[in-house]
């Protein structure tokens, strides 16, 4: 388990990265917090707490989250509902019929992956609950190094932490997996 | 945080023009060379990317299976 500020970096980060997230931010703006961020993970250097104190809250008061790990392993989930749902101002599961939508609504919330290739700068990780979906996973200079085996946590295409030695891990887990089957049964219907 | 979806390019001119569902916005810059019919990002106002279709579809097929 990382520190709770370089989680919170690497999600942000992440985030921003995928060019789906902070939309509202200039373009130098969101590069100069990429970069604040970027290098509070690897040495943990000027961590920008007045630069997302109001996304931080914004953050934990929509899911009433009293610590950062159940809102990015619990309430995000339903922040990416709602936010897809304003964003196409269709209800959630008619606006993931279009493949186009549904790539943000797998790709925004984290993951769970088992490591199956792993380098020094990057991860290859199967998701847990999408068995054939293998995705490579960056891993920024300052988190941690996984190991073949390992279970992690993924944001967009970042690793964020090493997650198997957790004791609340089957919680967050079963959160994660009763999405994915929602993503499934909503398809269907 | 916000979230952005894909827009689809429908008008190329002094401004690109991109369809979202239930409606259309446009946008002065793009940071990519486009054509009709591909999908983008927007991000501050500015197309920062285009969406890779093959991987949206690729999405689908797995949560599919």
């Known amino acids: 388990m990382i520190d709770d500020k370089k989680l919170i970096s690497a999600f942000i980060y992440s985030a921003y990265d995928s060019g789906y997230c902070g939309i509202n931010l200039g373009l130098s703006e969101k590069q100069r917090h990429m970069e604040l961020y970027k290098n509070h993970i690897k040495d943990g250097s000027y961590f920008p707490q007045k630069e997302i104190n109001e996304t931080q809250k914004k953050m934990m008061d929509l899911v009433e989250a009293s610590n950062v790990r159940d809102y990015i392993y619990g309430g995000h989930f339903d922040v990416v509902k709602r936010r897809i749902s304003e964003e196409t101002g269709k209800d959630f599961c008619s606006a993931i019929k279009s493949p186009m939508t549904l790539l943000p609504a797998i790709s925004c919330p984290i993951a769970f992956y088992e490591v199956i290739e792993s380098g020094s700068k990057r991860i290859v990780g199967r998701n847990l609950f999408l068995g054939k979906l293998e995705k490579e996973l960056s891993v920024l200079e300052g988190l941690e190094n996984p190991k073949v085996g390992d279970i992690v946590s993924g944001h967009w295409n970042h690793f964020l932490e090493i997650v198997g030695d957790w004791k609340d891990l089957d919680k967050y887990k079963k959160i994660s997996e009763d999405y994915i089957n929602f993503l499934k049964d909503s398809r269907r219907e | ?65």
């Open chain 2, 1 to 65: 945080m916000c979230l952005s979806v894909p827009g689809k390019v429908i008008e190329i001119g002094e401004r690109f023009v991109l369809e979202y569902p239930g409606e259309e916005r446009s946008v002065e810059i793009s940071l990519v060379d486009l054509i009709v019919g591909d999908y983008v990002i927007v991000s501050g106002g500015v197309i920062i990317s285009k969406v890779d279709e093959e991987k949206a579809v690729k999405f689908l097929e797995i949560l599919d299976d």
